[in-house]
């Protein structure tokens, strides 16, 4: 008798965590969607004097480039570090943010 409670508490916990796990990547799954995404590289390298020129971004799969407000300024004529800011306001109303590194290098 003892050995059949056994099983079927091994059997129970390993159901148990199979369904936790299921539920962990579902999670993920749903923040990576509602997070926005660069296109390209988190941070580009540029030659001094080379044209910036913005990769863009999407949300939920869906270019939004156009619809992202960008703060930040690229001056590729100065060596330096730049952080471009992006901020979109979702249709539920939540804004949401990234930002991207531009390094400007002789």
């Not at 579902?26 to 988190?42: A, D, F, H, P, Q």
């Not at 971004?57 to 270019?63: N, P, R, W």
């Not at 156009?66 to 109303?93: A, F, P, R």
Request: hydrophobic share 35%; glycine share 6%; proline share 1%.
């Amino acid at each position: 008798m003892k050995q059949r409670v056994v099983k079927s508490n091994t059997k129970f916990l390993m159901i148990a965590f199979c369904s936790l796990l299921v539920l962990t990547m579902l999670t993920l799954v749903v923040k990576e969607e509602n997070r926005l995404r660069l296109l390209g590289e988190s941070e580009i390298i540029l030659d001094l004097n080379q044209t910036y020129q913005e990769p863009g971004i999407t949300y939920k799969g869906e270019d939004i480039t156009s619809l992202v407000k960008i703060d930040g300024n690229v001056d590729t004529t100065k060596e330096g570090t730049y952080q471009l800011y992006y901020s979109y306001q979702t249709t539920k109303g939540k804004t949401i943010y990234t930002t991207r590194t531009i390094r400007v290098i002789e």
